[in-house]
């Protein structure tokens, strides 16, 4: 689907709102700079100017100078023999400070492992990123059916059994924020996607969690649930997933959920603020 495929290159233009230009306290240069380092992804070894330019919709020159003072400051790394940048360790400092104080990562992983064990699958733990859900902890089985998706992997919102149910948790306002995103990549795609997440948000009521089955990869079946982790975090949510002739939509929907949803109510109850 094209918007699969689109996506992640075009969110970030979607997301500069006017807003920011009308907002003195709002520093472009200092967004333009994080849009940057936030255009590399899981599977990117390293960018040109060029493709940076590109997926951050912004002028090379531009891009030029942003990349040589992020390498000043070391958070990108200039490859002098192909003229590529990478992310620097800069990048991993923050990312690991962050991931360090996430409380609830220490507290979901034992359980998330059991649950992959049992299910021989992958259990992960989300939280939005523009328009897709970042993973912040992975746990799988030791079985080779399982999918290896691990920390700082992100998948579209709108296909994605987690991030179906991170639009069924947050208020209603900003779930039409977002969703408004989201048709705005492809109007042609728009339908199907729509009734995907509908599809969704009734699942969420009725069976307790959300699926995808053959949604987000046709290959692929997983389910997911939301919860409010406190103490000012976002709304996250756990998935768990795998190949769909391993993972059955009857298997999870009758043996894993039960599991899934008392792993969410012991998370809650163990994490302060609940």
């Excluded at 009521?205 to 290959?219: A, E, K, M």
Aim: charged share 25%.
């Amino acid at each position: 689907m094209f918007y699969l495929s689109t996506m992640l290159d075009t969110e970030q233009k979607k997301n500069r709102t006017p807003a920011h230009k009308e907002d003195r306290h709002f520093v472009t240069a200092l967004a333009r700079g994080l849009e940057v380092l936030a255009c590399f992804r899981g599977g990117d070894t390293a960018l040109t100017n060029q493709e940076i330019a590109q997926r951050c919709k912004l002028p090379r020159s531009t891009v030029s100078r942003l990349t040589m003072t992020l390498t000043k400051l070391g958070y990108l790394i200039h490859l002098e023999d192909s003229g590529r940048y990478r992310l620097g360790t800069a990048c991993l400092a923050l990312g690991s400070s962050m991931l360090a104080r996430l409380d609830v990562r220490k507290i979901a992983r034992p359980m998330m492992q059991e649950l992959a064990d049992f299910a021989h699958a992958s259990v992960s733990l989300g939280v939005r990123d523009r328009l897709s859900m970042l993973y912040i902890e992975s746990c799988r089985s030791t079985s080779a059916l399982a999918l290896t998706l691990d920390v700082g992997s992100r998948i579209p919102i709108a296909t994605s059994a987690i991030g179906r149910a991170w639009l069924a948790a947050i208020p209603e306002r900003e779930r039409l924020d977002v969703t408004e995103q989201i048709r705005e990549l492809d109007d042609l795609a728009w339908p199907d996607i729509k009734r995907g997440i509908e599809r969704g948000l009734d699942d969420y009521r009725t069976l307790g969690v959300t699926c995808s089955f053959g949604d987000w990869q046709s290959d692929v079946n997983g389910i997911a649930r939301a919860f409010q982790p406190g103490g000012g975090l976002p709304v996250m949510a756990i998935n768990i997933g795998g190949p769909s002739f391993s993972l059955s939509k009857e298997f999870l929907l009758d043996e894993v959920k039960p599991r899934l949803l008392r792993v969410i109510a012991q998370l809650e109850d163990a994490l302060p603020g609940h």
